[in-house]
């Protein structure tokens, strides 16, 4: 099947095998549904951004362009397409057409004859169409109506308004109603504290016509029982119809294995001395490459693929021996793994343009950092098979969240079956991949609501009588405890399910308590605790914490004029969408740092502000092995162009966070600290360091000169632990020394081989007196790359390499460079583009503050 460009139609010649999936994504038509006019779309796509490529409005990202198109979702839109079809397609037994993704409340005709309406943009959506297909021309229609009208229809049949905290409804135009949690569609798109309001319609993923005889394969259920000898697997086809007297051939790694099929036709397979999948930086994340054939007599069927990861994945909640409550960990084949990493928020508001080089960046950039786990929350999208598959390929672990999150549901029969056939589709999509950790049922909903204390909770139950305070919670209930987990022990092979996060447990529910389930801390930041405070609460598995920045300077200019560059002007307020963000980052940065006065500076000051909060905190959780077992910072990624708390920003580039993350992550890191007159030097570990582990500890002035060192060897230092491995009274070391201008420098080293080096400033970064340093740098290139070899004769802090180009890699960025230190840095574009070394600046720390007095 050939498709012609724009609304034309198509005509086919090819072959139809046992099988045979075409794709109708490409060129349709779309208008607004009370408009004569059609325009080119180009499926799969978004009402937003088909308007964009016809110039009907303005990039909605851009200054305040998003207040001009908050019209778009009150109208309703239609979407067509015409194609043909030759007689030999439509002699097939079955013909199906499919939509893997339908934003939202679609209305689908083909032909003139309506074959089904829509309600769930998380569904996939199957329709049998082999007696309305027609040889010659087809078209086919998709009628959308607006999300904002039927939210509206909804909550006026609803006998009360349901919490819905994030919903921006007077962004939108529509007063203090709040309809997100009415519609199974993105919680993000109505607007959250990082994102912009932009209620998308569209057909958002592709859309096939399935053609076949007999039967097809609908879906597998891939078992394992492993251990060290032997990997046996259990496939469990579920097929369209049922078929009597097949045989299989499976393959793995293009090598036919023996098959015992079962009366229930299940196929199990063995794979001796198998090679398990492990996370990143703990073993290699290696994937089996699995073809199933299934033959009737001599016929081929179906053939079914799958990249299999052979492990064991257990989250572990028994009483230990390191604290109150119960422990909670995840353990891959038997290790008990410390998770690090981040939460992950869709790539953007228009999900359809999310390229693979943005999912494959994305990706990357968290094993750079030493991450190993992402967690997929609850007000976005289940993610794109490509997200998966580069976590099965990665070794990252996927913390997967079930698409509920700070609201409260309604729970009429016809929500609650919408969310199992929802729940059933996306498990039985995701399920096989290796690195589904867990299923999560929301995000911080038991917490907002804390059903079982009266004086805890977000103030939402104060808003109802006792009645309707049981309705909801019982609704909550039918969802998160009932329907969820069940399809989770239905559909998978014993995957763990876990309520609500933060939570106790199923049976706990919230209650606040760190010495079990997972937390989220926000003490620093909403609560204005101090930094230090991240080493005071601290849980069992810290699931979110956080620290705002913007963009650096370079991204800004993408979506502002020179007019806007002030925080508080009106354009930088529109990309700031929490409402204390400025206020605290302007209230700690006062704390901890001089104030820059200029606009570019402070967006500086800004990201080594969170790099360190975030560090602190990472540190501070690692330091608390085995008792803390994960630690996830809020947010790795974001969905537009914003200050966010995120570690990269919405055009891709590093923030300071994502660099020092690198260095906190790694599986090797010092922690020192020098509490109340004391030095302590710490190891924490994640992985066994055996005999010899060498510590060195020196004190250097700004200008180099060492004032105090010292060596010791280090005895063998266990996994999942932390050792003090030094403590010493700070004035016996440092004596007249000012501490504003020394540094204490800590390396460990095993075989000679440098593991960790940490820097120590005794005083805070607003207090230091650092020298007016001269930074000298030699470029020089190889192949595609550009190498900086920085020195300085003082030393230089948080030295800011800014590259004047778009999609470039650095090794390293925002680091001290010490008197007489060299640092090589590599420059790599992601594009393999040369690097301009003209349009690199340097900036560092002096730079930005005014002379000591």
Same mark, same amino acid.
């Given at each position: 099947?050939?498709?012609?460009?724009?609304?034309?139609?198509?005509?086919?010649?090819?072959?139809i095998p046992s099988?045979?999936t075409?794709?109708?994504n490409?060129k349709?038509?779309?208008?607004?549904?009370?408009?004569?006019q059609?325009?080119?779309?180009?499926?799969?796509?978004?009402?937003?951004?088909? /308007?964009?490529?016809?110039?009907l409005i303005?990039?909605?990202?851009? @200054?305040?362009n998003?207040?001009? $198109?908050q019209?778009?979702?009150?109208?309703?839109?239609?979407?067509?397409?015409?194609?043909?079809?030759e007689?030999?397609?439509?002699?097939?037994e079955?013909?199906?057409l499919t939509? +893997?993704?339908?934003?939202?409340?679609?209305?689908v005709?083909?032909?003139a004859?309506?074959?089904?309406?829509?309600?769930?943009m998380?569904?996939?959506?199957h329709?049998?169409?082999?007696?309305?297909?027609?040889?010659?021309?087809?078209?086919?229609? #998709?009628?959308?109506d607006?999300?904002?009208?039927?939210?509206?229809a909804?909550l006026?049949?609803?006998?009360?308004?349901?919490?819905?905290?994030?919903?921006?409804?007077?962004?939108?135009e529509?007063?203090?109603?709040?309809?997100?949690?009415?519609?199974?569609?993105?919680?993000?798109h109505?607007?959250?504290?990082?994102?912009p309001r932009?209620?998308t319609?569209?057909?958002? @993923?592709?859309?096939?016509?399935?053609?076949?005889?007999?039967?097809?394969?609908?879906?597998?259920?891939?078992?394992?029982k492993v251990?060290?000898?032997?990997?046996t697997?259990?496939?469990?086809?579920e097929?369209?119809?049922k078929?009597?007297?097949?045989h299989?051939? $499976?393959? *793995?790694?293009?090598?036919?294995?023996p098959?015992?099929?079962?009366?229930?036709?299940?196929?199990?397979?063995?794979?001796?001395?198998p090679?398990?999948w492990?996370?990143?930086?703990?073993?290699?994340?290696?994937?089996y490459?699995?073809?199933?054939e299934a033959?009737?007599?001599n016929?081929?069927?179906?053939?079914?693929?799958q990249?299999?990861?052979?492990?064991?994945?257990?989250i572990?909640?028994?009483?230990?021996e390191?604290g109150?409550?119960?422990?909670?960990y995840?353990?891959?084949n038997?290790r008990? *793994?410390?998770?690090? &990493?981040a939460?992950y928020?869709?790539?953007?508001?228009?999900l359809? @343009?999310?390229s693979?080089s943005?999912?494959? +960046?994305?990706?990357?950039?968290? /094993?750079d950092?030493n991450?190993?786990?992402?967690?997929?929350w609850g007000?976005?999208?289940?993610?794109?098979?490509?997200?998966?598959?580069l976590?099965?390929?990665m070794g990252?672990?996927?913390?997967?969240?079930?698409?509920f999150?700070? =609201?409260?549901?309604?729970?009429? !029969?016809?929500?609650?079956?919408? #969310?199992?056939?929802e729940?059933?589709?996306n498990?039985?999509?995701?399920?096989?991949?290796?690195?589904?950790?867990?299923w999560? &049922?929301?995000?911080?909903?038991?917490?907002?609501?804390?059903?079982?204390?009266?004086?805890?909770?977000?103030?939402?139950?104060?808003?109802?009588?006792?009645?309707q305070?049981?309705?909801?919670?019982?609704?909550?209930e039918?969802?998160?405890?009932?329907?969820?987990?069940? #399809?989770v022990t239905?559909?998978t092979?014993?995957?763990?399910?876990?309520?609500?996060?933060?939570?106790?447990?199923?049976?706990?529910?919230?209650?606040?308590?760190h010495?079990?389930g997972?937390?989220?801390y926000?003490g620093v930041?909403?609560?204005?605790?101090?930094f230090?405070?991240f080493r005071?609460?601290i849980?069992?598995?810290?699931?979110?914490?956080?620290?705002?920045?913007?963009?650096e300077?370079?991204? $800004?200019?993408?979506?502002t004029?020179?007019?806007?560059?002030?925080?508080?002007?009106?354009?930088m307020?529109?990309?700031?969408r =929490? &409402?204390? %963000?400025?206020?605290?980052?302007?209230?700690?940065?006062?704390d901890h740092?001089?104030?820059?006065?200029?606009?570019?500076?402070?967006?500086?000051?800004?990201?080594?502000l !969170?790099?360190?909060?975030?560090y602190?905190?990472?540190q501070?959780?690692?330091?608390?092995?085995?008792?803390?077992?994960?630690?996830?910072?809020w947010?790795?990624?974001?969905?537009?162009p914003?200050? =966010?708390?995120s570690?990269?920003?919405?055009?891709?580039e590093?923030k300071?966070?994502?660099?020092?993350?690198?260095?906190a992550n790694?599986?090797?890191?010092?922690?020192?600290h020098d509490?109340?007159?004391?030095?302590?030097?710490?190891?924490?570990?994640?992985?066994?360091?055996?005999?010899?582990?060498s510590l060195?500890l020196?004190?250097?002035?700004?200008? %180099?000169n060492?004032?105090?060192?010292?060596?010791q060897k280090?005895?063998e230092?266990?996994s999942?632990?932390t050792?003090?491995?030094?403590?010493?009274k700070?004035?016996?070391?440092?004596?007249?020394h000012?501490?504003?201008?020394i540094v204490?420098?800590s390396?460990l080293?095993?075989?000679?081989?440098l593991i960790?080096?940490?820097?120590?400033?005794?005083?805070?970064?607003?207090?230091?007196?650092?020298?007016e340093?001269?930074?000298k740098v030699?470029? @020089?290139k190889?192949d595609?790359?550009?190498?900086?070899?920085?020195?300085?004769? +003082?030393?230089?802090?948080?030295?800011?390499?800014?590259?004047?180009q778009?999609?470039?890699? /650095?090794?390293?960025?925002?680091?001290?460079?010490?008197a007489?230190e060299?640092?090589? $840095?590599?420059?790599?574009?992601?594009k393999g583009?040369?690097?301009?070394?003209?349009?690199?600046?340097?900036?560092?720390?002096?730079?930005t503050?005014?002379?000591?007095?």
């Amino acid at each position: 099947m050939t498709i012609l460009p724009s609304c034309q139609m198509m005509n086919s010649n090819e072959q139809i095998p046992s099988v045979k999936t075409v794709l109708l994504n490409g060129k349709w038509c779309f208008k607004q549904a009370d408009k004569q006019q059609w325009y080119d779309a180009n499926v799969p796509s978004t009402v937003h951004t088909d /308007l964009m490529h016809q110039s009907l409005i303005e990039d909605p990202y851009y @200054r305040l362009n998003e207040r001009d $198109v908050q019209w778009i979702d009150k109208k309703n839109w239609s979407y067509k397409k015409e194609f043909n079809l030759e007689k030999h397609q439509l002699e097939n037994e079955n013909i199906e057409l499919t939509f +893997h993704g339908l934003d939202t409340y679609a209305t689908v005709v083909l032909n003139a004859t309506e074959i089904g309406k829509t309600d769930n943009m998380f569904r996939t959506w199957h329709f049998d169409v082999k007696e309305i297909l027609k040889e010659g021309k087809n078209t086919l229609e #998709v009628h959308f109506d607006s999300p904002i009208q039927r939210g509206l229809a909804e909550l006026e049949a609803n006998a009360y308004p349901l919490p819905a905290v994030n919903d921006q409804s007077e962004i939108g135009e529509v007063g203090e109603n709040k309809v997100s949690i009415f519609t199974r569609k993105a919680g993000y798109h109505y607007g959250w504290d990082w994102g912009p309001r932009l209620v998308t319609s569209g057909i958002w @993923r592709d859309v096939a016509l399935n053609f076949w005889n007999k039967a097809k394969i609908n879906h597998v259920l891939i078992k394992q029982k492993v251990n060290k000898e032997k990997a046996t697997l259990t496939l469990l086809p579920e097929w369209s119809k049922k078929l009597e007297n097949l045989h299989y051939k $499976v393959k *793995v790694n293009g090598e036919e294995v023996p098959v015992v099929l079962s009366s229930d036709q299940s196929i199990e397979i063995t794979i001796e001395d198998p090679q398990l999948w492990w996370p990143a930086n703990l073993g290699t994340p290696y994937l089996y490459e699995i073809e199933m054939e299934a033959f009737q007599e001599n016929n081929l069927i179906d053939i079914f693929h799958q990249k299999v990861g052979v492990r064991t994945i257990n989250i572990v909640q028994k009483k230990d021996e390191v604290g109150d409550g119960k422990s909670f960990y995840f353990e891959v084949n038997g290790r008990p *793994v410390f998770a690090k &990493g981040a939460n992950y928020i869709p790539n953007d508001l228009f999900l359809p @343009r999310v390229s693979d080089s943005t999912y494959q +960046h994305i990706i990357q950039s968290a /094993l750079d950092a030493n991450m190993n786990m992402l967690r997929v929350w609850g007000g976005g999208i289940y993610e794109d098979k490509r997200f998966y598959d580069l976590c099965d390929e990665m070794g990252i672990l996927v913390w997967q969240d079930f698409m509920f999150a700070c =609201s409260m549901y309604p729970g009429n !029969q016809a929500f609650l079956d919408n #969310v199992k056939e929802e729940a059933i589709d996306n498990v039985k999509r995701l399920r096989n991949h290796a690195s589904i950790a867990l299923w999560c &049922g929301n995000n911080e909903m038991e917490m907002a609501w804390a059903p079982h204390n009266p004086e805890a909770g977000w103030g939402w139950k104060e808003q109802y009588t006792k009645a309707q305070q049981k309705e909801i919670w019982e609704n909550y209930e039918k969802i998160f405890h009932s329907i969820l987990p069940q #399809v989770v022990t239905e559909f998978t092979d014993e995957q763990f399910y876990w309520a609500s996060s933060p939570t106790g447990g199923n049976q706990e529910l919230a209650t606040y308590e760190h010495s079990s389930g997972d937390m989220h801390y926000w003490g620093v930041w909403h609560g204005e605790h101090p930094f230090s405070d991240f080493r005071k609460y601290i849980g069992r598995f810290m699931s979110e914490y956080g620290f705002q920045s913007f963009p650096e300077f370079k991204s $800004v200019q993408k979506y502002t004029l020179p007019e806007d560059y002030d925080i508080e002007s009106e354009v930088m307020a529109s990309h700031q969408r =929490s &409402g204390i %963000g400025n206020l605290r980052i302007k209230k700690y940065m006062e704390d901890h740092y001089q104030v820059p006065i200029d606009f570019e500076n402070f967006l500086y000051v800004g990201q080594l502000l !969170q790099a360190e909060s975030i560090y602190s905190a990472i540190q501070a959780h690692r330091e608390k092995m085995p008792y803390c077992m994960g630690s996830l910072y809020w947010q790795i990624n974001d969905c537009w162009p914003v200050a =966010s708390w995120s570690s990269m920003d919405y055009y891709g580039e590093w923030k300071a966070l994502q660099y020092f993350a690198k260095e906190a992550n790694k599986n090797t890191s010092l922690i020192v600290h020098d509490d109340q007159g004391e030095i302590e030097v710490k190891i924490a570990s994640d992985i066994d360091i055996p005999n010899p582990t060498s510590l060195h500890l020196e004190i250097q002035d700004f200008e %180099g000169n060492t004032i105090w060192q010292y060596s010791q060897k280090v005895k063998e230092i266990q996994s999942n632990t932390t050792e003090l491995v030094f403590t010493e009274k700070v004035n016996s070391i440092i004596e007249d020394h000012k501490m504003e201008n020394i540094v204490l420098i800590s390396t460990l080293k095993v075989d000679d081989q440098l593991i960790d080096k940490d820097l120590h400033y005794f005083v805070l970064q607003k207090e230091l007196y650092l020298p007016e340093a001269e930074v000298k740098v030699d470029f @020089r290139k190889e192949d595609e790359q550009l190498i900086a070899t920085f020195n300085s004769n +003082h030393l230089v802090k948080n030295l800011f390499i800014e590259v004047n180009q778009d999609d470039v890699k /650095l090794s390293d960025n925002y680091f001290d460079l010490l008197a007489g230190e060299t640092v090589k $840095v590599v420059i790599t574009s992601r594009k393999g583009e040369k690097i301009d070394q003209h349009k690199i600046k340097l900036k560092h720390l002096i730079q930005t503050m005014r002379p000591q007095q």
